[in-house]
């Protein structure tokens, strides 16, 4: 049993190495690991409760209708021109972004089975609304994130 946990820690770190070699060089701020674990787990929540737009052009437009949120891009993405221009525009709109290392991840997170650049996550949905209980779980994760995003921003610059 315990040569199974080493070949299992062996086999994560050799994924993390892949994944880490095969991030964009313009992957900044990148989350960590605490940081990347919470950006998901809020994700995942965002998908359950319909506040997540998902893909380039889903983002992107909602961007520029003036929708607020956390913007979460994958590092890993080949060719990187297809999400360059998305943290220009978050910036220009003060949406806070953060990069993690893995598209795959954030698909899982987001509960599609197909890869996905970038994800939205919205503070409420676009259409109808959530339970008092709901947005106050949805809320406090989102508020959580954001702080930390903040941190990690300043301490950037």
Same mark, same amino acid.
């Given at each position: 049993?315990?040569?199974?946990?080493?070949?299992?820690?062996?086999?994560?770190?050799?994924?993390?190495?892949?994944?880490?070699?095969?991030?964009?060089?313009?992957?900044?701020?990148? +989350?960590?690991? /605490?940081?990347? #674990? &919470?950006?998901? !787990?809020? *994700?995942?929540?965002? +998908?359950?409760? /319909?506040?997540? #737009? &998902?893909?380039? !052009?889903? *983002?992107?437009?909602?961007?520029?209708?003036?929708?607020?949120?956390?913007?979460?891009?994958?590092?890993?993405?080949?060719?990187?021109?297809?999400?360059?221009?998305?943290?220009?525009?978050?910036?220009?709109?003060?949406?806070?972004?953060?990069?993690?290392?893995?598209?795959?991840?954030?698909?899982?997170?987001?509960?599609?089975?197909?890869?996905?650049?970038?994800?939205?996550?919205?503070?409420?949905?676009?259409?109808?609304?959530?339970?008092?209980?709901?947005?106050?779980?949805?809320?406090?994760?989102?508020?959580?994130?954001?702080?930390?995003?903040?941190?990690?921003?300043?301490?950037?610059?």
């Amino acid at each position: 049993m315990g040569s199974d946990s080493e070949t299992d820690k062996t086999a994560q770190k050799v994924r993390e190495k892949k994944q880490m070699s095969a991030l964009a060089p313009i992957a900044k701020p990148l +989350a960590g690991k /605490k940081l990347s #674990k &919470r950006t998901l !787990k809020l *994700v995942r929540r965002a +998908a359950e409760q /319909k506040c997540l #737009k &998902r893909g380039v !052009k889903e *983002v992107v437009k909602s961007i520029r209708r003036g929708n607020k949120g956390i913007c979460v891009i994958a590092g890993n993405i080949s060719p990187i021109d297809v999400i360059t221009h998305v943290p220009v525009l978050c910036e220009e709109a003060n949406i806070p972004y953060v990069y993690v290392t893995s598209k795959e991840d954030l698909a899982n997170a987001g509960a599609t089975k197909r890869p996905t650049c970038c994800v939205l996550v919205l503070t409420k949905p676009v259409k109808g609304e959530l339970g008092q209980e709901e947005q106050e779980k949805l809320k406090g994760d989102y508020d959580q994130v954001a702080s930390d995003l903040s941190e990690l921003a300043n301490s950037m610059f």
